[in-house]
């Protein structure tokens, strides 16, 4: 593209600058010789008519003009034959005087007009270049005629030298404006190849190409615009890349948590279908193998909310925050207890709009988990209230806290800070995954804020309501 733009630009100038040329010279040219067909069809008609003039007056002294008109015509070929005017006198078509520096023939091609009528032509003979102007003297010597010659061989040679240094000219300045053209475009289609290098670059995999961006016209946008689609592009990727590594790390974590459970199982199966046991020993096998089969439930429980969550509907009602603190605080009332852990609420606002038993699920799963957190003594609080304008609900414990890395992985599925009292809970890792799609579907935003040994702080932030 570049290219076609540099030869059709290029062509277009020389076109039209050679053609400027031209026409002025043309122009010129023509001007200055109008100017001279004028001055020599004035200076025939004056030489003739004084001609005339000279012949009458002889011819009123009693003298025949025949025989003084040679003399009479002599101060007229000397005079102008020092400008480079050439003179001849003929009568009746028979030359009489003459001073012209050409074949006579040639100077007799242009026909003798009919009086008060001149005839004004162009003569070339040995490389010279002659205006002639034919007429006959005016009345009562019509017989006699005046051709009058202009050499205008030095206004055609002035004419050609200054064509060619014009055209000599031209063909400099347009070797410049070729160089400078050259540097123009490239100069302007640079952000085109910077654009088709960063393409290439993007095909390769190089998803962290941009472009510089200078001047403020529509190539510096276009090149915002391609840096703006690079970023998305990365941003797409890396969300990719994310996804796939957490789908990953899932199906990893899936499969560990699998094992386990079924591996008791199948365990405790073949010793009480190999082994002689007693009853006793049947029941604690059998235990064992329900207490697996009761966590395998609870995965495949978990899952299925999680499913259900991002692929269904919520119907969002009228939540009233007084008895959704309430219920949360009764469901863990005997867990709190057992734990000797307090468990308080409080709230500013009465009423948010959401889903009743899913907003219940993830409080008791995030006060379930401050309970957990909690040594004797400990104490949990929830707490409804407005921060920054915005309607926020916390859920906050004084327990054993967690460090900057666990922040980073809770709310990943199968993810446990502390895995060895969460199996032994009968935790699957799936509860704080299950409240962040909730928080999620909610319009809401579910963080965390935590230190050791001082406790941690979970906060659902309502941005749309």
């Known amino acids: 593209m570049k290219l076609k733009t540099y030869f059709l630009t290029l062509l277009l100038f020389l076109l039209f600058f050679n053609g400027s040329i031209l026409l002025i010279s043309c122009v010129n040219l023509n001007s200055n010789l109008g100017s001279i067909r004028e001055r020599c069809l004035g200076e025939q ?17 009693g003298t025949a003009t025949d025989s003084v008109v040679g003399t009479l015509f002599q101060p ?75 050499d205008i061989s030095e206004t055609m040679h002035s004419w050609n030298q200054v064509t060619r240094i014009l055209y000599s000219s031209g063909i400099t300045i347009s070797l410049l404006l070729a160089v400078c053209l050259l540097l123009l475009l490239n100069h302007i289609f640079r952000p085109l190849r910077q654009i088709s290098l960063a393409s290439q670059n993007i095909a390769q995999g190089k998803y962290d190409n941009r472009i510089v961006v200078s001047g403020r016209d529509e190539l510096a946008e276009m ?50 279908q190999k082994i002689a046991l ?44 007084p008895e959704l603190l309430r219920g949360t605080a009764q469901d863990l009332q005997q867990k709190a207890a057992e734990k000797q852990v307090k468990l308080k609420y409080d709230y500013e606002y009465e009423s948010l709009t959401g889903d009743f038993e899913l907003l219940k699920s993830l409080l008791v799963n995030l006060a379930d988990n401050g309970i957990k957190a909690c040594c004797s003594g400990g104490s949990v609080q929830i707490s409804a209230i407005y921060e920054a304008g915005q309607k926020v609900i916390t859920v906050k414990d004084n327990g ?25 809970g009968g935790g699957a890792g799936l509860g704080l995954s299950l409240g962040k799609e909730i928080a999620a579907r909610h319009g809401a935003e579910l963080s965390f804020s935590s230190q050791l040994n001082k406790g941690t702080t979970a906060k659902i932030s309502f941005t749309t309501q």
């Not at 008609?45 to 002294?61: G, K």
């Not at 999680?306 to 009602?317: D, H, S, V």
């Not at 054993?400 to 032994?424: N, P, W």
């Open 400 to 424: 054993q806290g967690m460090t900057e890395e666990q922040l980073c992985h809770i709310t990943e599925a199968f993810y446990r800070v502390d895995k060895a009292r969460s199996r032994a």
């Open 76 to 150: 007229y070929m000397d005079y102008y034959g020092k400008q480079h005017v050439f003179l001849k006198l003929s009568k009746e078509g028979h030359p009489l005087y003459s001073n012209m520096p050409l074949n006579e023939s040639l100077s007799d091609q242009a026909p003798i007009p009919q009086a008060d009528k001149r005839v004004l032509s162009t003569v070339k003979w040995k490389d010279k270049e002659y205006i002639s102007v034919v007429g006959r003297l005016p009345a009562p010597y019509t017989a006699y005629a005046l051709t009058y010659l202009y």
């Open 223 to 272: 090149a915002k615009s391609f840096n703006h689609m690079a970023e998305e592009i990365q941003n797409h990727i890396s969300q990719l890349a994310r996804q796939a590594e957490q789908k990953q790390y899932f199906i990893d974590n899936f499969a560990h948590e699998m094992r386990t459970p079924l591996t008791t199982i199948y365990g405790y199966a073949e010793y009480i």
């Open 45 to 61: 008609h004056f030489i003739a008519t004084a001609l005339a003039q000279d012949l009458n007056a002889v011819e009123n002294r």
């Open 278 to 321: 007693t009853e006793e020993e049947k029941l604690s096998a059998a235990g064992y193998i329900m207490s697996e089969s009761r966590r395998l439930q609870n995965i495949a429980y978990r899952l299925l909310d999680l499913a259900t969550l991002r692929n269904g509907e919520i119907t969002f009602t009228t939540v009233n925050i």
